[in-house]
C-alpha cells in the first residue's frame, strides 16, 4: 500500500494510541518517518525497553558469547553458569568454519559450567578452574578460551578474573574472562563493547606478538561472522582486487589472525555496530586506517571496491577496475533473470546489527523497494546513516514490539517482510512471504558477486510462492468459520 507521509504520521499515531499516556510518549521518540533534508537522526535509539512492552532484543551474553566471540574458531568459549543461555546460544548462527570439530575448531561444540543450586550459594570459580582443567585435557589443541559470564556470575560475584590469570599461567594460552552478564547495558550492543575491549586487554595488548611478515596490501576483515559463508565469498573478492586478508574476525576466525591484525594497512569494517570499538582503538595505537564496507548488491560491490581502492596505490585502483568490468558481466545475468520477477515488489525490514541499511541496496538493484526499516539495538549513527539509503518517508523504527510491527504490517501490507526468528513464523501465518534475515533463512551466503545470485533466488522463491495465495491466518479462519455458523 503507498502512503505518503502525512499518512504514515497518522499511522504511527494509530498505532500508539493504544499505549498508556506515559508509554506512548516514550515511543513517539523510537518512531519516525525518513526526511532526508533533517540534520542528524530523527529516532531515538539505544533505550531500555519500556518494561510491560514485549521486544526482540537480545543481551550482552549474546553479542560477546553469540556474535563477537563465538565464532572464532580455535578457542573453546565457555558460558558460565546455567546451562539455558549456553545451550540457546550454540551454533545458532551458522558461522562456517574450516577445520576438524573437536581437535583444532570448537565452533559449535557446546562448553558450560552448567551452575546449579549449590553454586549460586557458594559460588563457582573452583567449578570454573575445573573445567578449564578438563578442557585442556580433552582439547589440547586449542588456542585459547574465553569465559562467557552469565546473569548469576555478576549476583553471585565470582571473580572470573582471577581463575582465568591463574590458568592462563598454568597452561601457557590466552584465557579471557568477559563480563557480559545478560542485564547489563541496553541489549546486545554492550555485549560487543564489552568483547571489544577484551579483544583489546588479552589479544592485541599481550605479550605475544604476530610474527607474520607484512605486505603493503594486507587488510582485516573485520565484523563479518561468515554466515552461511559470507566471509569466503568477501574474500574472493578483495583478493581479486590484489589484497592480501590476513585476518578476519570472527567468523572462521583463529586467535593468531587477530594476533596479526595490528600489522595491516587497512581494516575492513563490515558490521560497524559490533566492531567499531576495536577499529577506533587500533586507528589510535597502531596509526591503522579503517573504512566500512558493504558487499550486498552490486550497487554497493562497486562503490565499496573502489573505496577500499583509493586506500592503495594505482597498481590496486587499475586492478579493482578490471575486476568490477569481469563482475558486471555475472550480475547483470542475474539481475536480467529475477529483476522482471521482482520489479515493483515491496519490502519491510526489521533486523539487528546493520542489515537494515546495507541490504537496501541488493534489494533496489532487483527492482524492489523498501517501505519500512527498523533495528533491535541500534545507536543513534545508525540511522544518521540509513536515512541517506532509503527514500523520503520511509517508515523507520527502533526496538519495536510485536504489537507495532504486526500493525506496520497491516497498513503498509509489504510484499515481503525481513526479520528474525521470533517474527518469522508469525508474519507467515498471516499469509506474508517472510525471509530471515539474520541467518539468511538457512541459505547463503548473501555476501559478494556469488552471494547476489543466491540472495536473488531466495528472494524470487520466497515472495513468488504460489502457496501464500492459499493461505490465511488460523485466527481469520475460525472468525470465518464461526460467522459461517452463525449465519447458518
Not at 562497486?302 to 587499475?318: C, H, V
Not at 549513527?381 to 504486526?406: G, H, I, N
Request: charged share 25%; glycine share 8%.
Amino acid at each position: 500500500m503507498s502512503m505518503n507521509k502525512e499518512q504514515k504520521q497518522a499511522l504511527i499515531d494509530e498505532v500508539l494510541d493504544v499505549y498508556p499516556e506515559k508509554a506512548r510518549e516514550d515511543r513517539k521518540k523510537h518512531i519516525a518517518i525518513s526526511d532526508s533534508s533533517a540534520e542528524g537522526t530523527c529516532i531515538t535509539s539505544n533505550r531500555k525497553t519500556l518494561p510491560g512492552v514485549m521486544t526482540v532484543r537480545g543481551c550482552a551474553y549474546a553479542g560477546s558469547k553469540g556474535v563477537v566471540w563465538g565464532p572464532v574458531k580455535d578457542m573453546i568459549h565457555i558460558s558460565h553458569g546455567p546451562i539455558g543461555c549456553g545451550q540457546y546460544s550454540r551454533a545458532g548462527r551458522r558461522n562456517y568454519y574450516s577445520g576438524t570439530t573437536g581437535v583444532d575448531s570448537f565452533g559449535t561444540l557446546n562448553f558450560t559450567t552448567d551452575f546449579q543450586e549449590r553454586d549460586i550459594v557458594f559460588g563457582g570459580d573452583k567449578k570454573l578452574s575445573a573445567a578449564i582443567d578438563e578442557l585442556e585435557s580433552l582439547f589440547p589443541l586449542s588456542k585459547g578460551i574465553s569465559i562467557q559470564s552469565e546473569c548469576p556470575v555478576g549476583l553471585i560475584g565470582d571473580d572470573i578474573e582471577a581463575v582465568a590469570k591463574t590458568k592462563s599461567a598454568e597452561t601457557g594460552k590466552t584465557i579471557v574472562p568477559v563480563r557480559c552478564e545478560g542485564f547489563r547495558g541496553v541489549s546486545q550492543s554492550l555485549g560487543h563493547h564489552i568483547a571489544n575491549d577484551t579483544i583489546r586487554d588479552y589479544v592485541l595488548d599481550a605479550e605475544q606478538e604476530s610474527t607474520i611478515e607484512s605486505t603493503p596490501y594486507d587488510v582485516a576483515i573485520i565484523g563479518d561472522y561468515n554466515i552461511g559463508g559470507d566471509a569466503w565469498s568477501s574474500r574472493i573478492i578483495l583478493e581479486d582486487m590484489g589484497l592480501r586478508v590476513v585476518a578476519q574476525w570472527s567468523g572462521d576466525g583463529t586467535l593468531p589472525e587477530m594476533k596479526n591484525t595490528p600489522k595491516v594497512a587497512l581494516n575492513l569494517v563490515h558490521c560497524y555496530r559490533s566492531m567499531n570499538y576495536i577499529v577506533r582503538y587500533m586507528e589510535e595505537k597502531n596509526g591503522i586506517p579503517w573504512v566500512e564496507y558493504n558487499l550486498f548488491g552490486p550497487t554497493k560491490i562497486e562503490e565499496s571496491m573502489r573505496k577500499i581502492a583509493a586506500f592503495f596505490d594505482d597498481k590496486i585502483k587499475q586492478q579493482t577496475e578490471e575486476v568490477i568490468a569481469k563482475y558486471r558481466q555475472q550480475w547483470q545475468a542475474v539481475i536480467d533473470k529475477y529483476r522482471p520477477r521482482l520489479e515493483g515488489k515491496t519490502v519491510m525490514l526489521y533486523v539487528g546489527g546493520l542489515r537494515p541499511r546495507h541490504i537496501i541496496g541488493a534489494y533496489e538493484d532487483l527492482g524492489m523497494e523498501i517501505v519500512g526499516a527498523g533495528y533491535e539495538f541500534a545507536h543513534n549513527d545508525d540511522y544518521v546513516k540509513t536515512t541517506p539509503d532509503v527514500k523520503d518517508s520511509t517508515l523507520l523504527f527502533d526496538d519495536a514490539s510485536a504489537y507495532e510491527l504486526e500493525e506496520f504490517v497491516k497498513r503498509l501490507n509489504p510484499d515481503l517482510i525481513g526479520s528474525g526468528v521470533k517474527e518469522k513464523y508469525v508474519f507467515q501465518k498471516m499469509g506474508y512471504p517472510f525471509r530471515q534475515m539474520h541467518s539468511w533463512d538457512y541459505s547463503g551466503p548473501y555476501h559478494g558477486v556469488d552471494g547476489f545470485a543466491i540472495f536473488a533466488r531466495d528472494m524470487d522463491l520466497t515472495l513468488n510462492n504460489p502457496c501464500w495465495k492459499s493461505m490465511k491466518a488460523p485466527w481469520l479462519e475460525e472468525a470465518s468459520d464461526e460467522a459461517l455458523a452463525k449465519s447458518a
